[in-house]
Structure formats: C-alpha cells, structure tokens
C-alpha cells in the first residue's frame, strides 16, 4: 500500500533520477545542427544530463542541436553542448518547450 502512495508522488520519481533537475532561468541560444539560423529561448531546468527550454519553434524528436546556456552573470562561462532533443510539447501561443539530453560539452 505504501509503496503505490510514493510511486505516484513525483517527489519519488524525482528521488529515482541520476541527477537532479535544477530551476535555471537563463537564455539560450541554439541552431539545429547542420543549419546557420540561430533560435533563441530560455531554459526551464537544467540537470547533469539534460536541459529543457521554451522557445518559439517546433523540433523533432531525436534532432541534434547545438546549444548554449547563458548564465545571467558574466563570471560564470556559459554551457556549449550538443544535445539531443527527446521531446518537444506544444504550450499554446506558438511556443514549445524542448527537452533534450547533453551528449558532448564542448570545451
């Protein structure tokens, strides 16, 4: 009995991740890989293996973009990676969130 309280509280889905996801507000700036045009959105969460983000485009699932995630103060460098998308949701008024895994962080 217990044990089907917690499996359906998400505070335990959250306890089972490798990472945790942490709230992280910043801008981000993106291109699909293999084209030029940049897009821009700011990020939801970020963990040790993935990110999400808002933006204005639609990205299918499993398309690789390059990515970078600007902290808000300048001392901190910003997160250059390549990512994987695994899931784009539409959220009304042309908006969609992505959410992708960090594959490569480039240096």
């Not at 959220?91 to 969130?97: L, T, Y």
């Amino acid at each position: 009995m217990m044990e089907s309280v917690l499996s359906n509280d998400s505070r335990f889905f959250d306890e089972r991740r490798g990472f945790k996801r942490m709230d992280a507000e910043c801008k981000v700036v993106f291109r699909v890989t293999g084209t030029e045009k940049l897009h821009r959105g700011i990020s939801k969460d970020l963990s040790g293996t993935g990110v999400s983000f808002e933006t204005d485009i639609d990205i299918e699932a499993a398309q690789a973009i390059d990515i970078s995630i600007q902290p808000e103060l300048n001392s901190i460098q910003p997160l250059n990676a390549i990512a994987e998308v695994i899931r784009c949701s539409a959220i009304g008024g042309g908006r969609f969130v992505i959410a992708a895994v960090i594959k490569t962080v480039n240096r």
